[in-house]
């Protein structure tokens, strides 16, 4: 009998959620809706912002994070090859010309100290992503922003949750922070897709919430509501970026859950480490220590194979045929056939060694310390029969 399989990510949800979504369903108003307005309201408290927009992604909320800062083809932004494809689109989308920089190798993140020099007078943002959950010095990045006048666009989408600099991810650091959060239904807070924007100014949020409706002033719902006819007019060129109260009601519940969710990732990658420790070949990747200044918010769980490709995805294979959901985060956006060419020219170290050797284990909040172990041992027969 084969067991059943233990998928990489799994959304948890409960009766809060059916309920909800069924009353939003039976309430006849399923679009851009009060439950978008209390989301967000919600979203604000618990992380500390002034600000929040929600949006249909973070993909959206990225790219309009950028036009909203006035990012523009004659600018260039500064962003990581090693980070989802979706960071750099939103870069591409805006017409500006993108930076790449190297992140480090301990968490995989950028530093102000390696942007910096690659700031130019044409710079005008810098996109760093919270990898994996592991928090920025968003201090740092606030000072750079300081310094040279720019935007930074944090991209939070794995990182709700997490503390960094001793508050909130998304609690912006800097009048010019902006940052993005994903409720992808792999992220740690789920839904059917959509994503948020933080911000202190307001408004940078007010332009934010014109852009995501078209353009248009106000919304759907307050031309609803009230009985005075105001005609809705577009004053720019927006987009179709909103969210929906259906996608509200799975999210809401779920922001009441996100501390315990948290808790179970945390107790079940230090499992992981427990029983990782001594495997042969693979390696543990850092993580700070649990302070009231930093919380990594653990998205992804990931290991290093120390051997040279194809070790990686030769193990990557014996995992899946034993059932085991393992994936690769990510592969460096110098390597996707649109970006090769436009970066060849430059080398990537970090993000290369990243791509050809992290293997991302399977961590969501149905697993239990049985799977952590099968995922152990699985990963030690791979390894044997690969490098043994
Ligand atoms: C998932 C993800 C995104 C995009 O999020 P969507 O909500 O799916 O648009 C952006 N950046 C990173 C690093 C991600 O992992």
């Known amino acids: ?3 059943p399989q233990i998928i990489f990510g799994k959304p948890w949800f409960g009766s809060e959620e059916e309920t909800l979504v069924l009353r939003t369903l039976q309430s006849g108003w399923i679009g851009q809706g009060p439950l978008v307005g209390e ?3 919600r979203l604000a408290e618990y992380v500390g912002a002034p600000h929040v927009v929600a949006v249909s992604s973070c993909t959206a909320a990225l790219h309009l994070a950028l036009v909203a800062a006035g990012v523009g083809p004659e600018d260039e932004v500064i962003t990581t090859p090693f980070t989802f494809v979706a960071t750099l689109n939103a870069i591409e989308h805006t017409g500006a010309t993108a930076v790449l920089v190297d992140p480090e190798r301990a968490d995989l993140n950028l530093t102000p100290g390696a942007v910096e020099s690659a700031i130019t007078e044409r710079t005008r943002a810098v996109v760093p992503v919270h990898f994996g959950g592991a928090p920025l010095d968003v201090d740092g990045f606030a000072e750079l922003a300081e310094r040279h006048g720019i935007w930074i666009v944090e991209d939070a ?7 960094a600099g001793g508050r909130p991810v998304g609690s912006c650091a800097h009048e010019r922070s902006v940052v ?16 948020a924007l ?5 408004a940078f949020a007010e332009r934010v919430r014109e852009l995501r409706l078209h353009g248009l002033e106000g919304d759907a719902w307050e031309r609803y509501r009230t009985d005075v006819y105001r005609p809705s007019l577009a004053r720019v060129p927006g987009y179709k970026y909103n969210w929906t109260d259906l996608q509200a009601a799975i999210a809401l519940p779920q922001l009441d859950r996100l501390e315990g969710f948290l808790a179970s990732r945390e107790y079940l990658a ?11 070949h693979v390696s543990l990747l850092e993580r700070p220590e649990l302070t009231l200044a930093r919380r990594h ?7 290093s194979v ?6 990686r995805d030769a193990i990557l294979g014996r995992l899946r045929e034993q059932g085991i959901g393992a994936a690769v985060h990510y592969i460096a956006l110098t390597r996707h056939p649109y970006y090769v060419e436009r970066f060849s020219s430059s080398s990537f170290p970090v993000s290369e060694w990243a791509s050809d050797s992290l293997l991302t284990l399977p961590l969501h909040v149905h697993m239990h310390t049985g799977d952590i172990e099968r995922v152990a041992v699985s990963l030690e027969s791979a390894v044997d029969q690969v490098l043994g």
């Open 1 to 3: 009998m084969t067991e």
């Open 39 to 41: 989301f967000e309201r």
């Open 157 to 163: 989408a794995h990182a709700i949750g997490g503390i």
């Open 180 to 195: 993005c959060f994903s409720f992808y239904p792999n992220k740690n807070l789920a839904s059917a897709e959509g994503g």
């Open 198 to 202: 933080c911000t202190v100014d307001e």
């Open 270 to 280: 230090s499992e992981y480490d427990r029983r990782l420790r001594d495997v042969e």
């Open 297 to 303: 918010a653990l998205h992804l769980y990931q290991v």
């Open 306 to 311: 120390d051997a040279p490709p194809p070790a």
